[in-house]
């Protein structure tokens, strides 16, 4: 569960550091207080996408911290231990926002990326954003929400790549048998092309070896007379370096005895004589080894003529000739395996049975899971005040199939505006879709594993009794898990374990927002003030005490 968070420069606020405790809380202020800023800050510590304007003005980078209490059996400690991050002390999440809008996140200080991070987080934490019964109305969120109550994850992902796998293999096969002629033509060049090449046999390395064996071969006789001009001068010659280094060298080896300052250039001078005589041992070797040989001269211009002449034909240099060359066999393959209709119509027929596979192991599982979804919210939906109201999933088959499997999920209500089931987009009023949308929350949270739930504002357009049916379904759901809910409803701040009250300050000409825990005092106080606006009377107290159950 959530224990502590941290908010530095964020939005309205300049420095925040919030306890969490278990069980149900609400966070109640006027509007515009800054109530869900916290969440978001709590979103943006868990991967949300931020951008600089959330940075306190005047500051020069927004930081949140989220700590949690991290039990061994939740998957976010499993993610821990397969990433090689300590979960002894919990789970810290941390992350930086740079006036750049530039972001860095860290778990358990160690660095992240902001994809490592959500899926961390999707773990710990579930944002139920006060827009939610808005998202309902979108086919894919419908199933997506289907899907992640059934638990049928990673199904819905394989069906998704084996539909795609599928269409490719079905586009492969269709161009094939489109263009069958332009595939042999483009075959027929190719093959000629690769014939060309490959019958020079030719590598980069060996370009580099013509090359080299070139530039011996035309300035051998240069070379020759360099290396024996050298050999004379250096050991053969009347006046030879290697007699007089040697001469020098005696010399010295004889005056040391008479001054030891000699004898240190003694010693490199013999150093000198030594690898003199190497360079003049190597220089005999070489003299040896090269010969000029106008034949082989020839015989090198002309394979070099060759390769430039192929390199010419194909418009690319020498060096690039073998990557031309497997390019081209690469295209071949392809241009092989496209004219093998038959072939092609086998991966289809394969491609279009796994895909069929999966997708009806998912239809299984939804269908399952979308007659226990009814049920439950139906029941829900009952304590809302939509009394008569049923709730449906539908599993629409589509023709063909889709990414998304057999079938389109949509979500219908009966009983509110007829008896005939219809699609909720078409039924539900305004107020009725935010009933709805939080019974559907409530019963899927439910049947979630994340230790901590968020409702933000998700009781718009709810009051009177139902209001104090959402405090209690509330009060229920954090019976078994922590859950923080932000609210404007006094029935159901008054269901919460623990309170927070938001206030908007103004300090030294700038905005801030405040957050104070609430004690059974202020809390009386607090819910006056969200049933009698600004006006507190007794009678207004009196009322909030009830509400409290406060002697």
């Keep these: 569960m959530l224990r502590r968070l941290t908010i530095r420069d964020f939005v309205l606020v300049d420095r925040l550091e919030l306890e969490f405790q278990g069980g149900f809380g609400t966070l109640t202020g006027e509007t515009g207080a800054g109530k869900s800023i916290l969440v978001d800050a709590l979103a943006f510590a868990l991967g949300e996408r931020a951008d600089a304007s959330l940075i306190r003005a005047g500051a020069e980078r927004a930081e949140i911290a989220a700590e949690f209490e991290l039990d061994d059996s939740l998957a976010a400690a499993e993610w821990l231990r397969e990433h090689d991050l300590d979960t002894q002390d919990g789970l810290l999440l941390r992350r930086l926002l740079d006036a750049n809008g530039r972001s860095r996140a860290y778990l358990n200080g160690s660095p992240v990326t902001v994809v490592?991070?959500?899926?961390?987080?999707?773990?710990?934490?579930?944002?139920?954003g006060q827009h939610a019964?808005?998202?309902?109305?979108?086919?894919?969120?419908?199933?997506?929400?289907?899907?992640?109550?059934?638990?049928?994850?990673?199904?819905?992902?394989?069906?998704?790549?084996?539909?795609?796998?599928?269409?490719?293999?079905?586009?492969?096969?269709?161009?094939?048998?489109?263009?069958?002629?332009?595939?042999?033509?483009?075959?027929e060049q190719l093959g000629w092309q690769l014939g060309e090449v490959s019958a020079l046999g030719f590598s980069s390395e060996e370009w580099r070896a013509l090359n080299d064996e070139h530039q011996r071969l035309a300035h051998?006789?240069?070379?020759?007379?360099?290396?024996?001009?050298?050999?004379?001068?250096?050991?053969?010659?009347?006046?030879?370096?290697?007699?007089?280094?040697?001469?020098?060298?005696?010399?010295?080896?004889?005056?040391?005895?008479?001054?030891?300052?000699?004898?240190?250039?003694?010693?490199?001078?013999?150093?000198?004589?030594?690898?003199?005589?190497?360079?003049?041992?190597?220089?005999?070797?070489?003299?040896?080894?090269?010969e000029l040989d106008p034949q082989r001269l020839t015989e090198v211009e002309s394979r070099i003529e060759a390769v430039l002449d192929c390199a010419r034909k194909f418009r690319c240099t020498p060096d690039d000739l073998p990557a031309l060359l497997a390019r081209w066999q690469e295209r071949l393959a392809v241009l092989d395996d496209a004219a093998d209709l038959a072939g092609l119509a086998e991966r289809v027929e394969a491609a279009k049975q796994r895909y069929g596979e999966l997708a009806r192991r998912l239809t299984a599982g939804r269908a399952g899971a979308a007659a226990a979804l009814g049920r439950e919210v139906s029941q829900v939906m009952q304590q809302l005040a939509l009394g008569g109201g049923s709730f449906d999933v539908a599993l629409l088959p589509v023709e063909g199939g889709s990414a998304g499997g057999h079938e389109q999920i949509e979500f219908r209500i009966a009983g509110l505006a007829g008896n005939e089931s219809r699609s909720l987009a078409k039924v539900a009023s305004g107020g009725e879709l935010s009933r709805i949308s939080l019974a559907i929350q409530v019963v899927t949270s439910q049947a979630a594993s994340v230790p901590t739930l968020i409702f933000d504002e998700v009781d718009v357009g709810i009051g009177g009794g139902v209001a104090e049916v959402v405090g209690r379904l509330l009060r229920e759901l954090g019976a078994e898990r922590q859950v923080l809910c932000v609210t404007h409803l006094p029935q159901v701040a008054a269901r919460a374990n623990w309170q927070w009250q938001v206030s908007k300050v103004s300090e030294a000409g700038q905005l801030r927002s405040r957050v104070a825990t609430l004690d059974a005092e202020a809390r009386v106080e607090e819910i006056a003030r969200m049933l009698g606006g600004i006006e507190i009377t007794p009678i207004t107290r009196q009322h909030a005490k009830e509400m409290l159950q406060l002697p």
Excluded: K, M
Aim: aromatic content about 4%.
């Design 116 to 128: 490592q991070l959500r899926e961390v987080a999707e773990a710990l934490v579930d944002i139920h």
């Design 133 to 187: 019964h808005q998202s309902l109305l979108r086919g894919d969120a419908q199933r997506a929400l289907l899907d992640s109550h059934a638990r049928l994850a990673p199904l819905p992902a394989e069906v998704a790549d084996a539909w795609r796998q599928w269409r490719d293999a079905r586009n492969r096969l269709d161009a094939a048998a489109d263009d069958i002629e332009a595939l042999a033509t483009e075959r």
């Design 220 to 290: 051998a006789a240069s070379l020759v007379e360099g290396a024996h001009f050298s050999l004379q001068v250096l050991a053969e010659g009347d006046t030879a370096c290697e007699a007089q280094v040697a001469s020098v060298a005696n010399r010295l080896d004889d005056l040391s005895e008479y001054d030891s300052a000699l004898e240190e250039i003694a010693v490199l001078l013999h150093s000198a004589q030594a690898e003199l005589g190497e360079a003049i041992s190597a220089l005999r070797r070489y003299t040896n080894r090269v």
